[in-house]
């Protein structure tokens, strides 16, 4: 799909205000209610606006801590990397899994209270899953920036 400039702006404000009222973003990028509300449904039919959620302060909800996770597999065969994937998508704390290229197979973001709870979480989940040499565990000490916007 290709986008132009108004459903570039469009994007943008929803990505920083995802609950404003359409009437609100129609003003806030000069365009009518109406043509504003065609927009945004196309983009949402198309997948350029998969949904909506609320972001979550992760210190008051329990979840103080990101560590990243590097996973190396034993070997790179579709049947290990299938099975690693399945199970991988079952662990609630891993917020996130990427296929890497480099020196790991796979880099996982792991939230956990306390590394407490990242040790129950290695114990229970991560030394379980299938196919893996070795898994290296990096914890965030700050977090400098953070954001879900992507630059459109």
Same mark, same amino acid.
Not at 29 to 53: K, T
Not at 63 to 77: G, K
């Given at each position: 799909?290709?986008?132009?400039?108004?459903?570039?702006?469009?994007?943008?404000?929803?990505?920083?205000?995802?609950?404003? /009222?359409?009437?609100? %973003? =129609?003003? +806030?990028?000069?365009?009518?209610? +109406? =043509?504003?509300?065609?927009?945004?449904?196309? %983009?949402?039919? =198309?997948?350029?606006?998969?949904?909506?959620?609320? %972001?979550?302060?992760?210190?008051?909800?329990?979840?103080? +801590? @990101?560590?990243?996770?590097?996973?190396?597999?034993?070997?790179?065969?579709?049947? &290990?990397?299938?099975?690693?994937?399945?199970?991988?998508?079952?662990?609630?704390?891993?917020?996130?899994?990427?296929?890497? =290229?480099? @020196?790991?197979?796979? %880099?996982?973001? &792991?939230?956990?209270?306390? !590394?407490?709870?990242?040790?129950?979480?290695?114990?229970?989940?991560? +030394?379980?899953?299938?196919?893996?040499?070795?898994?290296? /565990? /990096?914890? !965030?000490?700050? !977090?400098?920036?953070? @954001? @879900?916007?992507?630059?459109?």
């Amino acid at each position: 799909m290709e986008l132009d400039s108004v459903d570039r702006r469009i994007l943008r404000v929803l990505q920083r205000q995802g609950r404003i /009222s359409n009437a609100e %973003l =129609a003003d +806030s990028i000069n365009l009518s209610a +109406s =043509a504003c509300h065609r927009r945004v449904q196309r %983009l949402e039919q =198309a997948g350029v606006i998969r949904g909506y959620v609320a %972001l979550l302060d992760g210190a008051r909800v329990d979840c103080r +801590s @990101t560590v990243f996770v590097e996973i190396t597999l034993q070997r790179q065969a579709d049947e &290990v990397m299938d099975a690693f994937e399945r199970e991988v998508a079952r662990i609630p704390d891993i917020l996130e899994c990427h296929l890497m =290229a480099g @020196t790991a197979d796979y %880099l996982l973001k &792991v939230v956990a209270a306390d !590394t407490d709870d990242f040790a129950r979480i290695h114990r229970k989940h991560l +030394s379980r899953l299938p196919g893996v040499a070795q898994m290296h /565990s /990096s914890f !965030t000490l700050r !977090t400098v920036c953070r @954001t @879900t916007a992507l630059p459109v």
